[in-house]
């Protein structure tokens, strides 16, 4: 856990969230921010800052982020979605925790923006 991180706060149980799912690995829980009708994260507990620092072992974890935010998805009655991942802060990340997120209930455009 990086104790500065916002995410990790949220694993730790220190900062208050509404979760949708959580298991030993990840957690998924509705953004305080939504841009679309639905709109959660899905994160790992373990602290990856993002994208490049998924290593082999965490691979199993990466995988199950994408399959846990199919499903989730689908519970919240949407089967179309976007998955959007931002790497860094030119790409809009903002909290440097990896994390997904799933966004649907209305029509999306592209370029994303």
Known sequence: M????????IVEGEIPVTI???????????DINPQAPIHFLLIPKKHLSGPED????????AGKLMRMGNEIALQE????YRVVVNNGPQAGQTV??????????????????
Do not use: T
């Not at 998924?54 to 974890?61: H, K, L, S, T």
């Open 2 to 9: 990086s104790e500065n991180c916002l995410f990790c706060k």
């Open 20 to 30: 949708l799912y959580e298991d030993e690995d990840i957690i998924a829980f509705n």
């Open 54 to 61: 998924v290593a082999i072992e965490d691979e199993r974890v």
């Open 96 to 113: 440097f925790h990896l994390h997904m997120h799933i966004l649907g209930g209305r029509d999306m455009s592209w370029p994303p923006g």
């Open 77 to 80: 009655g949407c089967s179309q």
